[in-house]
């Protein structure tokens, strides 16, 4: 089956060869384990990761202390908070969901970048606004959606950071149950299996052992009346 990745900016892949090289020197190459905590909610920031292979997930507990999930992070993308630069408590957990080799940054040693450097700085700084850019727009999807709405949000989102284009549509490379999405829209595993059976229904995705594949993305960007906005801001 014929497939193509999706183009999408990362940030490792937006500096030169040359700062790619200068923070892998800086950085220091760690190796970690599935099922791993890089660090807590409500946790003192220490580090900021680059992820080189594996996936990073980032949730948050809610009010009745159900997980929520947010994020998941790979590779070539960046795992922290710039509350590592004013003090402020971490506001997700981040969970290692694969074995995963990182290149983890203390604060002094990006400062040290970041005066010398001025193209890092730059995309740290963009990093940052996508970042926040990014969970602003799927809290908004679930606030004036609902829950479908945010059920679709994230079946796109899934399809701009992990999709294949195949001839079929948009194969979703990362393997979810319906528990799975049910945590990153805040419902429960049977409301997921009912939206996803009325969708491939009416054929706009099919399911083969997991792995999801989106045949009318149309369909769910009207739905949520999406606009023309950079992809690198509907990710997951």
């Not at 959606?145 to 999709?163: D, E, H, P, Q, V």
Request: aromatic content about 10%.
């Amino acid at each position: 089956m014929e497939k193509k990745e999706l183009e999408m900016k990362r940030f490792f892949n937006e500096i030169s060869e040359e700062n790619q090289e200068l923070l892998l020197t800086y950085g220091l190459e760690v190796r970690v384990k599935s099922g791993t905590y890089l660090f807590y909610e409500g946790d003192s920031p220490e580090y900021v990761y680059l992820v080189r292979s594996g996936k990073v997930r980032l949730s948050k507990m809610t009010a009745d202390g159900k997980e929520f999930s947010i994020h998941l992070k790979q590779k070539d993308e960046l795992v922290g908070e710039v509350g590592l630069f004013n003090e402020m408590a971490i506001s997700v957990t981040a969970e290692v969901l694969e074995d995963a080799t990182l290149v983890r940054f203390d604060r002094k040693t990006l400062e040290t970048i970041f005066r010398k450097n001025g193209e890092v700085a730059v995309a740290f700084m963009k990093w940052f606004a996508r970042h926040t850019q990014s969970t602003q727009a799927k809290f908004r999807d679930l606030i004036l959606c609902g829950k479908t709405g945010a059920f679709y949000s994230t079946l796109i989102r899934f399809g701009n950071s992990y999709g294949d284009k195949t001839k079929n549509g948009i194969r979703i490379s990362v393997q979810l149950t319906n528990q799975d999405i049910a945590n990153y829209i805040g419902t429960t595993r049977e409301s997921v299996n009912r939206m996803l059976n009325d969708l491939k229904k009416d054929e706009v995705v099919s399911v083969d052992n997991g792995y999801i594949t989106i045949h009318n993305l149309q369909f769910l960007k009207d739905y949520l009346h999406c606009g023309d906005c950079p992809v690198e801001i509907c990710t997951i």
